[in-house]
């Protein structure tokens, strides 16, 4: 579910504990400070409407765009694994997660999810998701983008931002009238600058706190 629609979360390890806490709720900041926990990590909530288009999807050289296959739902796990191994706090996702969460998931749409390949490797993908109860409460028809990734070695050569256009459009054409997402303010591969490139504007502040156990 998205963040955004969460009050917060605890999370649990054998080295450390997480608080994610919406930054508007001071008096909830105050209680996990005076726990000794810390803030760590920032992140926007992020929207974009889909009135105005998108910055035109440019492929680069040598890579074919496809959709989202169940024949190839395996191979999108491990890219996935493999793009997110250098992103703060990410881990692993075995088989019985990535069903559960991911691709998996109701919420999944497999029609406006798309990837680059070069040959038979995905360099690169964008995982979409809409949540029913949350457009009805809110009166506007809403694309989540859960994930994009660009796996190391096609860094740099435009993939997160063509397969964010494509999404994009893709989600005009399906009927969506807005795009939302979530996005780590120090994510190393500068996912926050892309967003506000393709028109993203952040809408609400999250902060990790931690504390070593």
Known sequence: MPPSYTGGAIRACRVSSWFYLHDGNAG???????????????????QRELAEPPPPAVLPDGLR??????????????????????????????????QQWFTGSRAF???????????????????SYEFEAINTAGGVREAWIGQVGTRRPWRGRGVASALLSRALNAYTDAGYQRAALSVDTGNPTGALGLYERCGFAVKQHWTTFTRPL
Do not use: K, T
């Not at 169940?70 to 493999?82: G, I, P, Q, V, Y």
């Open 109 to 127: 749409r497999p029609s406006v999810s798309f990837a680059l390949v070069d040959g038979d490797e995905i360099a690169g993908f964008v995982l």
């Open 28 to 46: 909830a900041a105050a209680l996990v400070a005076a726990c000794g926990m810390r803030p760590v990590r920032y992140w926007y909530d992020m």
């Open 65 to 98: 765009l496809v959709g989202y296959q169940r024949s190839m739902d395996e191979a999108w796990r491990l890219a996935r694994n493999d793009a997110f191994a250098d992103h703060w706090g990410s881990v692993d996702r075995d088989q019985a997660s990535w």
